[in-house]
């Protein structure tokens, strides 16, 4: 499927005005030649139509050569009595005077063709680019969510989100992005439904996007999210289209890239990267256990290393008689402090996720086992570490592992690090202290205006249903406030059937 979307550019990044068609056929094939700087995968073929020479140039490694030779070539050389557009069977034909698109056409995969005496050309679009079958997403799978996700050609991504949202207020803007890579990005909003302000804002931001290369939307991110140097992720980044169609819904915008399997939504709040599709195709109680169980692991994997770290430390008399002997046992012959094992134990975890994250599955599977149980085991053997840290520091990878998105992972994850030097200082108060400091950003932090950490700051108590538990979806009757969308209602009596009983 063909890739290319027409863009509708903020700069126009390929401009040599000094260049025009003329009517010198052999000198508009040189000047082409030139501004490709002669690439080997640069063709030109000479034909005759109707008494005039004409020249066909494309690039044969993103052209598709089958629809270009019978549509096009055979097409020309067999009927030759009528106009261009009306000879090939390409329905996508337009005449065009300007060298710089005939060479932005070009590069993009389509076919130029260039006659004798004319100072225009025919724009034929026979792009081909090799793309993946659509498959389930392997960092977001679901039990009962649907199972397609996004691949890296744009519009198979689009035809996907069209599928699920067949409505005519669905829009889809395109613009271009890098100046060497012209990469084409689609922007994605309900226009009934997203705030006007909010799609503004969004292509503002965009509009002072000027780097070489755009290659995909986590290199996009840190040029438009309100704070860089925050450790949270201010934009969504979702392979799958069900979810991006949800977010849609909600008054959201969504932002795709050309190449890329993946999508930005936005804004977003801190607890959406808690939720997870299958929340909503599961009864809600099951999904609201699910809700709290990734909130808790969420404070487990931030705090439960400092934790203990504070208490071995500081507040031996907190823990219980019966499990002091255990714990104090456990630790005699080790000869370096709790901030030292515990450090030394989170990073041979990180070092091993890393290398299990780039090895063929099989291997990483295996590097799995050895890591957990064989390191594990052999250095408690040692006496490195005691065996309490080897719970605790695996209670937290687990826990680190437990929320649906790995950016928000991550982050909570580096986060660890400043709440064990904190708690190695002064104990429990230097996990109270650095909680708070967490919080507070957390409040303060913004994404596209709208508040990261809403509903609870500020709070909006209609906005919980959908936060810490799921509510029922007909008592969800209300869209979130924090898009600000423009309508806020988007479910009536759904259970109305139930008056008709009675």
């Given at each position: 499927m063909n890739c290319y979307m027409r863009s509708n550019k903020y700069k126009q990044n390929y401009q040599n005005s000094n260049i025009v068609i003329s009517g010198n056929l052999d000198l508009n094939i040189e000047n082409v030649k030139k501004s490709l700087l002669n690439s080997s995968d640069l063709t030109t073929r000479n034909l005759m139509f109707q008494d005039k020479k004409i020249v066909v140039v494309y690039i044969n490694t993103i052209v598709g050569r089958e629809t270009l030779e019978t549509q096009v070539i055979q097409q020309i050389i067999n009927n030759s009595k009528d106009t261009i557009p009306n000879t090939v069977a390409i329905k996508d034909v337009k005449s065009s005077d300007s060298f710089d698109e005939c060479i932005l056409s070009i590069v993009k995969g389509k076919t130029v063709i260039f006659i004798e005496d004319e100072k225009s050309v025919f724009i034929l679009e026979t792009t081909s680019f090799e793309n993946r079958s659509i498959e389930q997403p392997s960092s977001e799978q679901t039990i009962r969510g649907s199972h397609d996700g996004l691949v890296e050609c744009i519009i198979t991504n689009i035809n996907q989100i069209r599928r699920r949202i067949s409505n005519p207020n669905l829009v889809v803007k395109t613009l271009s992005l890098g100046v060497e890579s012209d990469t084409c990005l689609a922007v994605l909003y309900i226009d009934t439904i997203a705030n006007e302000d909010l799609v503004k804002e969004v292509h503002r931001r965009l509009s002072y996007v000027d780097v070489d290369y755009v290659h995909s939307p986590g290199n996009l991110e840190e040029f438009i999210e309100d704070n860089p140097y925050s450790p949270f992720p201010q934009?969504?980044?979702?392979?799958?289209?069900?979810?991006?169609?949800?977010?849609?819904?909600?008054?959201?915008?969504?932002?795709?890239?050309?190449?890329?399997?993946?999508?930005?939504?936005?804004?977003?709040?801190?607890?959406?990267?808690?939720?997870?599709p299958d929340d909503y195709n599961s009864r809600w109680m099951v999904a609201s256990f699910a809700r709290i169980l990734r909130l808790v692991?969420?404070?487990?994997?931030?705090s439960l290393p400092a934790l203990y770290i504070a208490l071995v430390s500081f507040h031996f008399e907190i823990i219980p008689i019966d499990l002091v002997f255990n714990v104090k046992s456990s630790l005699e012959n080790v000869p370096y402090p709790p901030l030292v094992e515990a450090l030394g134990m989170q990073i041979t975890l990180e070092l091993l996720r890393e290398s299990a994250i780039r090895l063929p599955n099989p291997i990483a599977q295996t590097l799995g086992v050895v890591g957990g149980l064989v390191i594990g085991?052999?250095?408690?053997?040692?006496?490195l570490v005691s065996n309490t840290?080897?719970?605790v520091i695996s209670l937290t990878a687990i826990a680190s592992f437990v929320v649906p998105d790995n950016e928000i992972g991550t982050s909570v994850r580096l986060l660890g690090f400043p709440l064990m030097f904190a708690a190695s200082l002064i104990g429990l108060i230097g996990i109270v202290f650095g909680l708070s400091i967490i919080l507070i950003h957390l409040c303060k932090l913004e994404s596209f205006g709208s508040p990261y950490f809403a509903p609870f700051a500020p709070f909006r108590k209609a906005d919980l249903k959908d936060t810490v538990v799921r509510a029922p979806l007909w008592k969800m009757k209300k869209r979130p406030f924090a898009p600000l969308p423009k309508k806020f209602n988007r479910e009536n009596n759904s259970r109305g059937w139930e008056n008709d009983e009675k």
């Open positions: 934009l969504l980044t979702t392979e799958r289209s069900d979810r991006i169609a949800g977010n849609l819904m909600e008054g959201k915008i969504a932002i795709l890239t050309d190449g890329s399997p993946s999508a930005l939504v936005l804004p977003i709040t801190f607890f959406s990267f808690y939720q997870s692991s969420f404070l487990i994997a931030i085991t052999a250095v408690v053997q040692a006496n840290m080897i719970v």
